[in-house]
């Protein structure tokens, strides 16, 4: 159980376009998702955490306009990158946390390259 | 705030030696504390975690952490490395209702 899915696994795109990423709670209901980011051989540093049904919650530095983090739903959140740079390449990784029973294990997807050339 | 130091950021080890990876904490509350593994070009798997039960905690592969509340460490060992376990790894804290905060990550190679 506990199995969290994203796609696409890896996309390249060009320098101004908009890329969605989705992920997805397969088998629980995920009351609350991250979103992080990873640059290359770096950890992972957390962009926002998002609670169904409201507006997410953004760390220090990252843009909210350019990362739009939509959690309709208790399975679904989209992470979409606005006009994308060559800068914003990176792995994007998502977690989903199931709080109704008390819980506070983040399960994690597999990850998303984002490319942008 | 709650933060993960991982003193080294890349560790050498021969085949069939003992791995330590070091991670301390810093929590105001009583910390939940865990450990992931990346392989390259992949996600993080979960390899054990320490919930406030027992302080030595048995994970997948081989891999145990100790929590030391008296140190605030959260170290990582394995009596014998194989050369599958070269990846980086990476130690964590959370509590109940903050996300996962990241150490820096450590890279573990293994020697032949």
């Known amino acids: 159980g506990a199995v969290v899915s994203q796609h696409p696994s890896r996309v390249i795109c060009k320098s101004g376009t908009s890329v969605k990423i989705e992920c997805r709670s397969l088998?629980?209901?995920?009351?609350?998702m991250f979103w992080y980011r990873q640059f290359p051989k770096k950890s992972l540093m957390l962009m926002a955490t998002?609670?169904?049904?409201?507006?997410?919650?953004?760390e220090q530095g990252v843009e909210k306009d350019k990362f739009l983090i939509n959690h309709a739903s208790l399975t679904l959140s989209t992470l979409t990158v606005t006009s994308a740079h060559p800068e914003d390449s990176s792995f994007y990784i998502c977690?989903?946390?199931?709080?109704?029973?008390?819980?506070?294990?983040?399960?994690f997807g597999p990850g998303t390259r984002l490319t942008v050339t | 705030a709650q933060s993960v130091t991982q003193l080294g950021s890349h560790v050498s080890v021969s085949e069939g030696a003992l791995v330590l990876l070091r991670c301390n904490y810093s929590s105001s509350v009583p910390p939940y504390l865990f450990w992931y593994v990346q392989y390259p070009n992949q996600g993080l798997q979960l390899l054990l975690k320490?919930?406030?039960?027992?302080?030595l905690v048995k994970g997948i592969n081989g891999f145990e952490a100790e929590f030391k509340k008296s140190e605030t460490s959260f170290h990582l060992t394995k009596p014998s490395a194989h050369m599958s376990d070269a990846a980086e790894y990476f130690c964590a804290v959370s509590d109940r209702n903050t996300p996962l905060v990241f150490g820096k990550g450590t890279r573990l190679s293994v020697i032949a």
């Open positions: 977690s989903a946390r199931d709080a109704s029973g008390g819980s506070y294990e983040q399960y």
């Open positions: 998002s609670n169904e049904g409201s507006k997410a919650t953004y």
């Open positions: 320490y919930t406030s039960a027992a302080t």
């Open positions: 088998d629980f209901q995920a009351t609350t």
